[in-house]
């Protein structure tokens, strides 16, 4: 794929370097079709790829660009929300095949099951870490399973794969339903402030390999405040980034997305901060290899 029709992720620290030598691989997904509140998801990827100028390349424990950085061509978003799942599938086999780590930037966060399917077909079973202010686990929404209100309900139902949910602070009564049937396990906004990080984040029977996606709605409007629908009492930028770390450690990421960003004119701070934790968990992500590595070598 041709990387020179859009922005890069990083570019104005790093030089276009071939896929194959790149772990991290951001997949920018414009798709805007389901809306439940106030639009705009479709400019969120390319307000993350111009934010990323000003990012230091040293994220405050390390360098993740190190480990190479290459950004592909924006999906095509045209059509139906099948066809763009397909898209989005097809490109993530793409970064599979290059032995990469996608990266997807919503967009709204139906463009996660694309992500899932591809990788399911790739690994078989594996978890998937969620924050986000809402469950979505409507089975259909506005007469659409595909919304961005049902991405989840697709994920354990459809997929099978085991969810947590990490920040949820606005839920319907078919989704309290639906976290029982579908045993999920979560850790609400409310149960966090009121008891703080638990010490067995994840299940123990959590499967070692995990995807994390995360809208960026379930961050605090105070820090996020450019999303379709900001829900007040949401996660702070380091409990956030601690609650990330605890669910991947000692695990394997497949991949992960940072989606539903909505950018505001002239309110960059917002971008800013989807940038910044885009390449944040790029640094997670990197260092828990890394450590993973060294354990593996000592071992004798």
Known sequence: MDSAAIHRFLASELSDTPPGSCLFHVLPVPLEATVSYA?????????????????????????????????HPAVDCAGSSEAVLRRIAAAVD???????LPVLLGGEHTVTYGALSALQRRFGGFGVVQFDAHADLRDSYEGSPWSHAS???????????????????????????ARRLH????????????????????????????????????????????????????????????????????????GFDVVELAPVPGLHAADFAAARLTYALMGLVERERRLSRKSTSVRP
């Open 39 to 71: 639009g705009g998801t479709a400019r969120g990827p390319e307000a993350i790829l111009e934010a990323s100028d000003q990012l230091e390349l040293w994220d405050g424990e390390s360098v993740p660009a190190e480990a190479g950085i290459y950004t």
């Open 151 to 177: 991405v989840m309900r697709r994920a354990v139902k459809d997929l099978g794969l085991p969810l947590v949910q990490l920040g949820v602070r606005a839920l319907c009564l078919e989704e309290v339903e």
């Open 94 to 100: 793409t970064i599979l095949d290059h032995g990469g």
């Open 183 to 254: 045993g999920v396990t979560f850790h609400d906004a409310a149960d966090l402030v009121r008891r703080g990080i638990p010490d067995s984040l994840l299940p123990p029977d959590f499967p070692t390999r995990v995807y994390v996606t995360f809208d960026v709605d379930g961050l605090d409007p105070s820090i996020m405040p450019a999303t379709g629908t900001p829900v007040p009492g949401g996660l702070g930028w380091y409990e956030a980034l601690d609650l990330a770390q605890r669910a991947i450690a000692g695990r394997e990421v497949l």
